[in-house]
């Protein structure tokens, strides 16, 4: 059975689920519209790669500093006592890092983040303030 990519599609499930905020060397960096978890974003490599170890040296190295390059922002702009990587796969094969950052006391601190609660969404001006404050830092 062939199991679709909505990265690769580009349509509306990805759209349903996340706004781009950027493209970066071999990534493209993506805000998730659930935003329970402030500066929650997810970072796909921008060809259709369904495992690390699909990559070259050269892309894992630009991927990696991709991902380092968001985190930083990330923390320079929100102040997180940590962030949580996740790299899934199973149902979405296009590889792809989900980033969340995590609040000392506050929701889920202490274990893994989870999907199982209710979303927080935002208006379309929140989405955008977080979209460019994040834009602004990576550039």
């Not at 990519?5 to 950027?22: A, H, P, Q, V």
């Not at 071999?26 to 796909?44: E, I």
């Not at 500093?65 to 962030?83: C, G, M, Y």
């Not at 208006?123 to 830092?137: H, T, V």
Request: hydrophobic residues 35%; negative net charge.
């Amino acid at each position: 059975m062939a199991i679709s990519c909505f990265y690769c599609e580009d349509g509306e499930k990805r759209r349903s689920l996340m706004i781009e905020i950027c493209s970066l060397s071999v990534s493209t960096l993506y805000l998730n519209r659930d935003q329970k978890h402030k500066g929650r974003c997810v970072l796909k490599f921008k060809d259709h790669k369904t495992d690390l170890s699909a990559l070259t040296q050269e892309e894992n190295t630009a991927f990696f500093t991709d991902l380092r390059k968001v985190s930083q922002a990330l923390n320079e702009l929100f102040h997180p006592a940590k962030i949580n990587y996740a790299i899934y796969g199973d149902l979405v094969p296009h590889l792809h890092v989900h980033i969340v950052p995590k609040y000392e006391n506050g929701l889920q601190w202490g274990g893994p983040f989870s999907d199982d609660i209710p979303k927080l969404l935002l208006s379309d001006d929140e989405y955008r303030i977080l979209i460019d404050a994040i834009r602004e830092k990576l550039n």
